[in-house]
């Protein structure tokens, strides 16, 4: 069953995913990249089937780019959600 999108849960799960992909904890804020964060393409792609699996929601592969901040990614899958 789909998770809730709202700001909480999103940036939550948004953590958790990164964490488990390697990322330091403590480097975890809005304003970091994920690239910063040394998340990888396989990481990237990794997201995109976590949030399709936790909210049911398709966001582009494209649209996740190494390059987004942690802010961007949750207002990507919030935004997605909503559609």
């Known amino acids: 069953m789909p998770q809730p999108a709202d700001l909480a849960s999103v940036r939550a799960f948004v953590e ?3 964490v488990d992909f390697g990322a330091e904890p403590d480097a ?3 304003q970091a990249r994920l690239e910063e964060l ?4 396989l990481g990237v792609v990794e997201l995109t089937a976590s949030v399709k699996r936790e909210f049911a929601v398709d966001v582009p592969l494209e649209a996740l780019t190494k390059d987004l901040t942690v802010a961007a990614v949750v207002a990507l899958i ?6």
């Open 28 to 30: 975890i804020t809005d």
């Open 38 to 41: 040394e998340i990888d393409s």
């Open 16 to 18: 958790r995913e990164l």
């Open 78 to 83: 919030q935004d997605a959600a909503a559609a």
